[in-house]
């Protein structure tokens, strides 16, 4: 009886026992539960108050954009208006600058000349002398640009930058593509230039060309080579042979760069109406662009003159009658324009030069070829070949 008990009482303690570890358990478990409803309850309200932040957002950003979009239409109907605004002040100005001719300057000799009052029965001796002499150095071209009469755009074929040329005694095109090479391609005509499809009649040189910086005259072809380490060389190449004719040494440093807009010119060739010049710098400290008068049979360097011109901003420069037009621009391409002159036989001053602006194309021209007989200019603007026609005034001797 007595171990009965003893167990009904061991049983019941057992039950007892348990009772309280799952009543605890229960209990933890229920804490628990609590605690994670209270979490969840301050998620929700976190994530509402984050979802009324968000549409909040929304609606600054949605407004915020519109006025953006606003402010965007109005500016850019601005910028048309302006747009249109500077294409009729450039029309005008190519208008007044087709209107207006450049100011010719003369000095003492020729304003008597002007006036009828040479006086030659008056005053004789060494006075007389000086005068013929300044009268018979400028009777040898006689005039000066005054304005671009009208531009002709004649294709697109090649590099941004490069040359093309039209021999003066002959109706052949030359272009140069790129900025260095040992090929030229020839065509009969700019109209058979302008009709292919950019491959013409293809001439090897026996050397690699520097710059767009070549000459053609009188079947020639005149172009600047220089190799590393080396002095910079003119050569003279004869169209019809196929021969090297002549070469000369020209005493410059071969990295000084004629226009500093257009580093890959060392020496710019050029040929006018009196002959054959060269347009380079000395140095690259030398500020200014300097010019050679070369004898197109010999290569030889006639006369040697400090333009007076910048190299700064220059891209492009061209010789018409003796004087020099020298082209400048930015470094962001803009409208180009002639804003430095010079005169060998000094004639024009710098006080009176024309100001010629190029009508604005596509960027800034890497070459510009003054074609004599023509009185018409071959330029190369970003890729575009592009002809420019002149109008001409006389200079006050003539």
């Known amino acids: 009886m ?128 000086d005068w013929e002499e300044d009268y018979s150095r400028v009777l040898d071209c006689v005039e000066i640009i005054s304005g671009i009469k009208s531009v002709k755009i004649v294709k697109r074929v090649g590099s941004p930058k490069g040359m093309w040329t039209r021999d003066p005694r002959t109706s052949k095109v030359y272009v140069f593509n790129g900025t260095s090479g040992d090929t030229v391609l020839q065509f009969d005509s700019a109209r058979d230039f302008s009709r292919s499809a950019g491959v013409g009649g293809i001439i090897s040189l026996p050397s690699e060309w520097s710059g767009p910086g070549s000459a053609v005259y009188d079947n020639y072809l005149f172009y600047v080579t220089q190799e590393a380490g080396a002095d910079v060389q003119v050569i003279k190449y004869d169209l019809l042979t196929g021969v090297v004719t002549d070469i000369t040494m020209f005493p410059m440093e071969s990295h000084a760069s004629v226009y500093k807009l257009n580093p890959e010119i060392v020496a710019d060739l050029v040929a006018d109406d009196e002959g054959l010049w060269l347009l380079y710098a000395a140095s690259d400290s030398e500020p200014n662009i300097s010019l050679a008068k070369m004898d197109a049979a010999t290569l030889d360097i006639e006369q040697i003159w400090d333009t007076r011109c910048p190299r700064e901003n220059a891209e492009a420069a061209f010789v018409v009658c003796g004087t020099v037009y020298v082209v400048y621009n930015t470094r ?63 200079k006050l001797l003539a």
């Open 2 to 129: 007595k171990p009965l008990f003893i167990l009904l009482v061991s049983i019941a303690w057992t039950f007892t026992g348990a009772q309280h570890y799952y009543q605890g358990l229960m209990d933890y478990l229920e804490n628990r539960l609590l605690a994670i409803e209270d979490r969840m309850t301050l998620w929700h309200e976190q994530s509402h108050r984050y979802h009324t932040d968000m549409k909040d957002f929304k609606k600054l950003v949605s407004e915020a954009v519109d006025g953006l979009q606003n402010e965007h239409g109005t500016l850019f109907k601005n910028l048309e208006g302006a747009a249109v605004r500077v294409d009729r002040l450039e029309r005008e100005m190519d208008y007044v600058e087709s209107q207006t001719s450049p100011r010719a300057c003369a000095d003492k000799a020729d304003k008597v000349v002007e006036q009828e009052a040479w006086g030659l029965q008056e005053r004789r001796g060494e006075e007389d002398e």
């Open 332 to 394: 962001l391409a803009s409208r180009s324009r002639v804003q430095c002159v010079f005169d060998v036989n000094e004639v024009v001053v710098s006080e009176e030069e024309p100001l010629l602006y190029f009508p604005r194309r596509y960027g800034a021209h890497a070459s510009l070829k003054y074609n004599a007989e023509e009185k018409q200019l071959y330029g190369w603007d970003d890729g575009y070949q592009i002809i420019y026609r002149l109008t001409m005034k006389r």
